[in-house]
């Protein structure tokens, strides 16, 4: 074994120097707590198909088979939102106080959220801490988190987009997170400011917010081998230079050894990777939309894509009082469920919306003929009511969906108009802002990312007339 990873370090300082403190620290004699197993390399990386700066990358250096461990970084490199390292008791008992009183005034009831906000605020915290002290561990890694955060261009953080630029959003899901996501940063910070934590103003709050949010990762402390929900938010030096893919070739595990009394991140090949390929790991099955809040980018044909959609029902609802009851008894069977917004997949129905709208649309005859409905729950609608039940759902949606398709063609005309892009290798010809491979001609970032998400949500509600349409012919 490597113990330590002299190449790497050599090439990459070599490379770029802006990393050499970082590196030097890692792996100066007698403190093995990077630990090399196989050879890479530190590189900047950059997506040819789509045209994707994507910064910093790792890649190995040489042939790796599937399972191999790669490298291995100890926790005592990384800043946890655990324990507040080099800390008086009462600074940290304070620090503690606060910020579970702010997490837990947006977050109560949501728990997983509450935890990482909470881990979250204590990160930053440490890294301003150990930014302004001399002899403190993390001293060079919280260095070089906040030169990321003085080089941030910020233009690639939605946070930062204007409200004129909000409005041109032709998707309005995406407009109502970042003003939603905006508003509530802001009034975080003013929390802070009052509890005397950060001397921040908000843009440099939302830049720390955003270097933290988008380089964390999920570690179990006692069981290091599993990354859940539950477990501590951490920042590590060098595995936070691993980019992202759906189709990954390295996975993170934990590890813990008895006699080091100490735990590991350890990254191991998911599949065997040649020399020169970039490593990368998934961040998580989430969509576009939540890619592009907490990383700053988005993925092209993201199989996790979803579009939250408002039905209105009103024009549709036939029912008796007694029919009513009925309904809204059967509803209730059913925890946690809104009864007009609901989620259409591009790749599949939400079963829920079926569900649903068999009840909504549930009429006298279908009772009289079906009895035992009487004592369906909200689970049992997953089959077929009858014809008739079937028939106006299909009619529904598409209606509903071709109005909401209106919607999106009415406003990319508007911004169409707003932004005449002329094609450069096609003479006379402007961008198709309807094709994911002609916005690679669109030079902001900010609304590139904005265009592909309003495409795929498009594309989902054009998959899901389809499939109502033939669900409508098998009908008829
Ligand atoms: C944990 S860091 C990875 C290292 C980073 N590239 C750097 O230069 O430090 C996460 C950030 O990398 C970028 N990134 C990661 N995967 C990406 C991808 N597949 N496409 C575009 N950008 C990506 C995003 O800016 C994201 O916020």
Redesign the pocket.
């Known amino acids: 074994m490597q113990r330590i990873g002299k190449e790497f370090v050599n090439q990459s300082v070599y490379k770029y120097p802006q990393t050499k403190r970082l590196l030097e620290w890692l792996t100066k004699d007698g403190y093995f707590k990077l630990r090399m197993h196989k050879s890479i390399e530190l590189d900047k ?1 950059y ?1 040819d198909k789509w045209k ?1 700066d ?4 790792l890649r190995a250096a040489q042939n790796i088979n599937a399972n191999e461990e790669i490298f291995l970084v100890s926790t005592e490199n990384c800043i946890t939102g655990l324990e507040l390292i080099d800390c008086d008791r009462i600074k940290a008992f304070e620090i503690n106080k606060t910020v579970s009183m702010i997490a837990s005034k947006y977050y109560e009831k949501n728990l997983p959220q509450l935890y990482y906000t909470q881990n979250i605020l204590k990160i930053i915290c440490q890294i301003f801490a150990h930014s302004s002290g001399d002899q403190m561990k993390m001293y060079p890694f919280a260095n070089t988190l906040l030169e ?1 955060y003085n080089n941030q261009t910020t233009t ?1 953080n939605p946070l930062f987009w204007d409200k004129n630029a909000i409005k041109g959003i032709y998707s309005s899901n995406l407009a109502s997170i970042i003003s939603s996501t905006q508003s509530q940063f802001v009034s975080m910070n003013e929390d802070l400011l009052q509890n005397r934590m950060f001397g921040f103003n908000l843009s440099k709050f939302i830049e720390m917010m955003s270097v933290v949010r ?2 964390n990762l999920n570690f179990c402390p006692e069981q290091p081998k599993f990354f859940d929900i539950n477990s501590v938010v951490i920042m590590s030096p060098v595995v ?6 759906f189709d990954p070739n390295c996975k993170l595990t934990g590890a813990y050894y008895q006699h080091e009394t100490e735990s590991f991140v350890v990254v191991k090949a998911a599949k065997d990777i040649k020399q020169g390929e970039e490593l ?1 790991v998934n ?1 998580g099955n989430m969509n576009n939309m939540d890619y592009l809040m907490r ?3 988005v ?1 092209q044909s993201n199989p996790h894509n979803e579009l939250s959609l408002t039905l209105n029902f009103d024009d549709y609802l036939e029912y008796t009082s007694q029919l009513f009851d009925f309904k809204q008894k059967i509803f209730k069977t059913q925890e946690d469920f809104s009864l007009d917004r609901f989620i259409l997949f591009e790749n599949r129905i939400n079963k829920n919306l079926l569900r649903s709208l068999r009840i909504y649309f549930l009429k006298n005859e279908d009772l009289l003929t079906n009895p035992e409905i009487a004592s369906y729950r909200y689970k049992d609608f997953d089959k077929q009511i009858s014809t008739e039940n079937e028939l106006i759902i299909c009619k529904f949606m598409i209606e509903t969906l071709k109005k909401e398709l209106e919607k999106y063609q009415k406003a990319r005309i508007n911004t169409l108009d707003m932004n005449q892009l002329m094609h450069p290798n096609k003479k006379d010809q402007i961008i198709n802002l309807d094709s994911h491979e002609d916005l690679i001609y669109v030079q902001n970032q900010n609304y590139r990312n904005m265009l592909h998400i309003c495409i795929d949500e498009q594309t989902n509600i054009q998959k899901n007339i389809k499939f109502f349409e033939k669900q409508l012919q098998n009908l008829v």
């Open positions: 990386v997506d994707v994507k910064g910093f990358g990321h690639k988008s380089r936070d230079w691993i980019n992202h893919s990368t961040y990383y700053g980018f993925n």
